[in-house]
């Protein structure tokens, strides 16, 4: 902390009196300024102790007043008045000005020069900024060995707490805690979700202080909270909050930034690293859907200590929209709207992704997950001849998708599902358990639940859903479209132009599953008149409603038109 005034007036080879605003004296000085000017204010920031013989201010109540009011006004934090020279003593008018104001009045006696008092609150500024460095140069070592120990991560966020004397937090770049020291501030740091949830929405890095009860941090606590994101390339690896009962000092921050740096370093692995894992991890999924299960069981154990054991899920996530708009939107010429909707997918896949290794590590489950181009017919993303990636010219443009492999029921597919229900962008089909050796079955089963979310615009399907549903959700909606306006036209151009009501009766008759009674009360009308509407329907049509194949076109074409 910077000297206060408290600490020159107690020097005694200077020999000050406080005559005004004793009760102020724990302010820190910042600097000490000379001026005789009767308004110094340009030349001040604030945080000074100012120093005058009051030459220029003469002996005027009103012109003595006025000038305490702007020294405080500029946020000087004391002011000094030497006597002897243009003032005999401390004129009575600046005393009560200084007491009015509450700002600390010092009077400077002759023998002791201007540049004695400057001499001193240089002295313990430059201390102050010796202790800051030496501090932190320390605290940066202690930070550097904690790093490269054992669980480097959860021992820096110990020493950091210690060094702030308040606590830290770390918390994945889900948002959920990984480490908080000391044990006891696991309450507050959970607190903190919604604010970290905040900084996951922006570009790392990225910060936000705040004090115990102000907006959106809603405690009894008093503590003054910073959250930190960690990550270098905009994206957040992890999130970092510290509590301390005051505001951090300059020299604490420094610590609170060597800490930042290490963790986002112990974060922030070689992207080379990584990608080299996401390859390999991804061919030993390929080679578990392949069937070659004993191969890559060797492989994985080295690398990845093992597979997956047990009863397993496939997932495969993809674009709720399936692809096509980004396909229309390339033909059209919208490369921009392309762009940025590929990069938003990108964007939701990664998280999804990340979501499930780092569920996978808190709950000790192996997964396998790669990413894969398929084209908008589902195929894989090369046309078969030349092994290109088609490129929305000569076909459907390539749609990234995600595939998982994960314990049934684990942690891993929860993590999945709640992703995917946070992200508009995303559906997910599952399949149902299975053994790993029968993954590619599974893999098959995904997809067409996949499938199935995307036609009944929904987030996800288990594939125990496919066939517990409907059937209209699985035809292609513009077929069923096309089809129902044909079929059911002469019907419709019927109902316009006379009377008859075909349409909800034939609706009526075929829920009723032919019963002329009960179709005709639900309608209100007499069972003969009904029958008569349906000899008409009949005749429209030129199609025997006595047919069941023409029954169950005539329900599917009605059913396809409600909402």
Not at 73 to 94: I, K, N, R
């Amino acid at each position: 902390m910077p000297p206060t005034l408290a600490a020159v007036v107690r020097n005694s080879s200077l020999h000050l009196t406080v005559l005004a605003g004793a009760d102020h004296l724990e302010r820190p000085v910042r600097w000490v300024h000379t001026s005789e000017l009767d308004d110094p204010t340009p030349f001040l920031e604030g945080g000074e102790l100012l120093l005058t013989t009051g030459i220029k201010l003469g002996r005027s109540a009103k012109n003595l007043q006025a000038y305490v009011h702007r020294l405080a006004d500029a946020g000087v934090v004391g002011l000094g008045l030497g006597v002897g020279l243009s003032h005999a003593e401390v004129p009575q008018p600046l005393v009560d000005a200084a007491a009015q104001r509450g700002l600390p009045l010092l009077r400077v006696p002759e023998p002791t020069p201007f540049i004695a008092i400057s001499k001193v609150v240089s002295a313990a500024l430059a201390a102050e900024q010796y202790e800051a460095v030496t501090t932190s140069f320390e605290a940066q070592e202690e930070l550097t060995r904690a790093a490269l120990g054992q669980n480097g991560t959860a021992a820096v966020v110990r020493k950091l707490a210690a060094r702030l004397g308040g606590w830290a937090a770390l918390y994945d770049s889900s948002g959920a805690l990984s480490v908080v020291a000391p044990d006891w501030a696991a309450r507050r740091a959970a607190r903190l979700a919604s604010e970290v949830d905040r900084l996951r929405r922006r570009p790392a890095p990225a910060s936000a202080a705040l004090q115990g009860r102000s907006p959106g941090f809603d405690t009894a606590d008093e503590d003054f909270v910073v959250v930190q994101s960690l990550g270098a390339d905009r994206r957040a690896r992890g999130f970092l909050a510290v509590g301390t009962e005051d505001r951090i000092t300059p020299t604490e921050r420094y610590v609170l930034n060597a800490a930042v740096a290490l963790l986002t370093l112990t974060l922030e692995r070689s992207r080379e690293l990584r990608h080299a894992e996401e390859r390999m991890g991804a061919a030993l999924l390929r080679l578990v859907l392949a069937g070659q299960v004993a191969t890559a069981r060797q492989v994985a154990t080295g690398l990845f200590g093992g597979l997956p054991e047990g009863t397993i899920r496939v997932l495969v996530a993809g674009p709720a929209t399936g692809g096509g708009d980004r396909a229309d939107k390339s033909d059209k010429g919208d490369k921009v709207g392309e762009r940025n909707d590929q990069d938003a997918l990108l964007h939701d896949l990664t998280e999804l992704a990340e979501r499930a290794e780092q569920a996978g590590g808190r709950g000790g489950e192996k997964l396998l997950v790669a990413r894969e181009s398929v084209a908008k017919e589902g195929r894989d993303g090369k046309d078969g001849k030349d092994g290109k990636e088609k490129d929305g010219k000569d076909g459907a443009a390539p749609v990234e998708r995600l595939v998982l492999l994960a314990v049934d029921g684990g942690a891993v597919h929860r993590a999945c599902l709640g992703a995917v229900e946070e992200h508009e962008g995303l559906a997910l089909g599952i399949s149902a358990p299975a053994p790993i050796d029968e993954a590619g079955a599974a893999f098959a089963q995904a997809e067409r639940a996949l499938a199935v979310a995307l036609r009944g615009g929904r987030r996800s399907v288990g594939h125990e859903e496919v066939g517990a549903g409907s059937l209209l959700p699985l035809l292609g909606e513009d077929a069923v479209t096309a089809f129902a306006e044909g079929l059911l036209r002469p019907l419709r151009d019927h109902d316009r132009t006379a009377r008859g009501d075909l349409v909800a009766s034939l609706r009526a008759w075929l829920s009723r599953h032919g019963q002329w009674d009960a179709a005709a009360a639900d309608l209100g009308v007499h069972r003969h008149t009904l029958r008569y509407r349906m000899r008409r329907v009949e005749e429209l049509l030129g199609r025997s409603l006595d047919d069941t194949d023409v029954r169950m076109e005539l329900w599917l074409a009605l059913r396809s038109g409600e909402d």
